[in-house]
């Protein structure tokens, strides 16, 4: 896949963060695309913006936790495209708490949306993309899906099980030297996960009322005050894609975690707390 031009893409959770910047620098590679979120109104936003710049994108309001949605994703796709190469499964959000007050509803979404999502991506479009003779699966996971910090245990589970996924399938793909797969791996990223809670649904709620979110607006402005530009993580992704890179660590701090976590695994078994003190 060195040559994006006049290949199809799904990208999903494509309104807003990593999947926005995706969509944009997907389309300057001369992309045609298929975006799918849950938020209409800044889906379509994303859309007309792609079009008005020349390219070539339709919007499919899209709740990533539902195979079925997943399958009429993929049933617009083929419509519209009759083709799809590359899908990049970036769909995500997260629920703030201790391990011990986390709810079933809180885990449920949790996994809907970020693991369930995936497996339905890969069930439904990989066939598709074997169709299709080549392309590309990206799943986006975390920096959490190599550490784990406290208060975001769900999350974390999820984004080392994306991990586990797209390392399967990265296997599995060993006889199809033309599809290939990636994990992405961002740490601190301008993004609006940390408000995620705005899209869960009333059915998940707790004690039936929204939750506020995993931060205050003046937390979450510390926090995204020195994170990565998304399109700059657009802009590895794509190279990553070209190079047939599995890998796609953003941040040079989680690759010294990394390192340091495995010193520990090998050396003696420790689980140092001070190789926890930054997240997504």
Same mark, same amino acid.
């Given at each position: 896949?060195?040559?994006?031009?006049?290949?199809?893409?799904?990208?999903?959770?494509?309104?807003?963060?990593? #999947? @926005?910047?995706?969509?944009?620098?997907?389309?300057?590679?001369?992309?045609?695309?298929?975006?799918?979120?849950?938020?209409?109104?800044?889906?379509?936003?994303?859309?007309?913006?792609?079009?008005?710049?020349?390219?070539?994108?339709?919007?499919?309001?899209?709740?990533?936790?539902?195979?079925?949605?997943?399958?009429?994703?993929?049933?617009?796709?083929?419509?519209?495209?009759?083709?799809?190469?590359?899908?990049?499964?970036?769909? #995500?959000?997260?629920?703030?708490?201790?391990?011990?007050?986390?709810?079933? !509803?809180?885990?449920?979404?949790?996994?809907?949306?970020?693991?369930?999502?995936?497996?339905?991506?890969?069930?439904?479009?990989?066939?598709?993309?074997?169709?299709?003779?080549?392309?590309?699966?990206?799943?986006?996971?975390?920096?959490?899906?190599?550490?784990?910090?406290? #208060? &975001?245990?769900?999350? !974390?589970?999820?984004?080392?099980?994306?991990?586990?996924?797209?390392?399967?399938?990265? !296997?599995?793909?060993?006889?199809?030297?033309?599809?290939?797969?990636?994990?992405?791996?961002?740490?601190?990223?301008?993004?609006?996960?940390?408000?995620?809670?705005?899209? *869960?649904?009333?059915?998940?709620?707790?004690?039936?009322?929204?939750?506020? #979110?995993?931060?205050?607006?003046?937390?979450?402005?510390?926090?995204?005050?020195?994170?990565?530009?998304?399109?700059?993580?657009?802009?590895?992704?794509?190279?990553?894609?070209?190079?047939? *890179?599995?890998?796609?660590? &953003?941040?040079?701090? &989680?690759?010294?975690?990394? @390192?340091?976590?495995?010193?520990?695994?090998?050396?003696?078994?420790?689980?140092?707390?001070?190789?926890?003190?930054? &997240?997504?």
């Amino acid at each position: 896949m060195q040559n994006l031009e006049g290949r199809v893409g799904v990208v999903t959770g494509a309104a807003s963060g990593i #999947g @926005r910047s995706m969509a944009e620098k997907f389309s300057q590679e001369g992309m045609s695309l298929v975006l799918a979120d849950i938020e209409e109104a800044a889906l379509q936003e994303v859309v007309s913006g792609i079009d008005a710049s020349g390219g070539d994108a339709i919007g499919v309001v899209t709740d990533v936790s539902s195979k079925q949605a997943i399958e009429n994703l993929a049933t617009e796709t083929m419509d519209t495209f009759g083709a799809v190469h590359v899908l990049h499964n970036n769909a #995500g959000v997260v629920a703030a708490g201790l391990l011990e007050d986390l709810t079933t !509803n809180d885990w449920e979404w949790t996994i809907g949306v970020n693991l369930w999502s995936m497996i339905y991506g890969i069930q439904t479009f990989l066939p598709l993309i074997k169709e299709a003779g080549e392309g590309h699966i990206v799943n986006t996971s975390s920096s959490e899906g190599l550490q784990a910090s406290a #208060g &975001t245990g769900a999350y !974390n589970v999820t984004k080392f099980g994306i991990i586990a996924l797209t390392e399967t399938l990265s !296997n599995e793909l060993k006889s199809f030297p033309d599809i290939n797969a990636s994990v992405l791996c961002p740490g601190p990223v301008q993004s609006r996960i940390i408000e995620s809670e705005r899209n *869960r649904p009333e059915k998940l709620w707790n004690d039936g009322v929204p939750a506020a #979110g995993l931060v205050d607006n003046e937390q979450s402005s510390d926090l995204l005050a020195g994170a990565m530009d998304p399109a700059h993580v657009a802009g590895q992704v794509v190279q990553s894609i070209k190079e047939n *890179r599995f890998w796609i660590i &953003t941040h040079d701090d &989680t690759k010294e975690v990394v @390192r340091q976590r495995t010193e520990a695994l090998l050396k003696d078994g420790s689980l140092s707390a001070s190789l926890y003190d930054f &997240t997504e």
